[in-house]
């Protein structure tokens, strides 16, 4: 029970997931900066220990949703989801990745979904496991949408990507303020098939966002509802300069560009610093339009 926006920029990309579980589920604890195989990795995490979605200093993000349209489920003790993207989570390259999931006891896990964004090739791979195979699948870079629920699969991919393709038409698509408008939003009504969804034993329990710039990665979490006011928490690395360079070389052709900068000024701004780019993030805040409807 989740959805996972992609939005792909000139110089990097933004991803936002709003995690839904069972209210009964354990709260989740806010991202932390761990070493993983000596790559720096920011990810929320559960109580035990176990994740859903990942971010490294390669700027690569691995996010996982279940699968709920496979209704066949590992018989006897099952290794728990939250493994996954632990065990993937330093991947740099959607091979380093392939080869840590085929490493992984998938016949003890349950059907996943995993969304890996790759911005030093400009790739996208989703894995998807169903029990009998692990399947990979190429998705262009440009914006994009991913969902997942227990409820009704098929009625909330409808509902949600109606909003999501609504929320496309908007002045605004693609910003920051845009991309967590359309996470709290209720539309049509708060309920089951609400992007920021509510039942009465399960609802969004957080919202993480992904920002990665030719710079840094960042990493906010919103740790309760995106519709209701709860504590943030962010974090954020610097990139390793070599991957911004190659990021936005010629392979990058997303189709939603929010910053400006070209390859030539952040040559140049590399150049000048000698290799180690100090720049800042560009974020922007929610303003007075923050509660405007999608
Ligand atoms: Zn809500």
């Not at 959805?3 to 936002?16: D, E, W």
């Not at 699968?67 to 991947?91: L, P, Q």
């Not at 710039?213 to 974090?235: N, T």
């Not at 991957?243 to 936005?248: G, K, M, T, Y």
Request: charged share 20%; hydrophobic share 35%; net charge positive.
């Amino acid at each position: 029970m989740c959805t996972v926006t992609f939005i792909a920029q000139q110089r990097g990309y933004r991803l936002g997931m709003n995690r839904d579980e069972k209210l009964t589920r354990p709260t989740g604890l806010p991202p932390k900066k761990k070493m993983v195989d000596g790559r720096a990795v920011l990810c929320p995490s559960e109580p035990g220990g176990g994740t859903w979605i990942a971010v490294n200093d390669h700027g690569a993000t691995l996010a996982l949703i279940n699968w709920y349209s496979i209704t066949a489920r590992v018989g006897g003790k099952a290794v728990s989801r939250g493994e996954v993207v632990n065990s993937v989570s330093m991947a740099s390259s959607p091979d380093f990745a392939d080869a840590a999931l085929h490493g992984l006891p998938l016949n003890r896990i349950n059907p996943f979904r995993l969304i890996g964004i790759f911005p030093t090739t400009s790739e996208i791979i989703e894995w998807r496991w169903n029990l009998k195979q692990l399947v990979r699948k190429n998705h262009r870079w440009k914006a994009q949408q991913w969902i997942s629920s227990g409820f009704d699969e098929p009625t909330a991919q409808r509902v949600r990507g109606k909003t999501f393709q609504r929320a496309g038409q908007q002045h605004s698509t693609g910003s920051l303020d845009w991309l967590r408008r359309l996470h709290r939003s209720h539309s049509p009504q708060a309920g089951p098939f609400s992007t920021c969804m509510h039942r009465a034993d399960a609802a969004t329990v957080s919202c993480t966002e992904v920002t990665v710039s030719s710079q840094q990665a960042a990493m906010r979490y919103h740790a309760g509802a995106p519709c209701r006011a709860f504590k943030h928490y962010v974090r954020h690395f610097r990139l390793r300069c070599r991957v911004a360079l190659r990021q936005i070389g010629a392979r990058h052709s997303p189709t939603l560009y929010h910053d400006r900068d070209s390859f030539t000024d952040v040559m140049r701004h590399c150049i000048s610093l000698n290799g180690s780019v100090t720049g800042r993030l560009k974020t922007s805040q929610p303003g007075s339009n923050q509660n405007r409807p999608l």
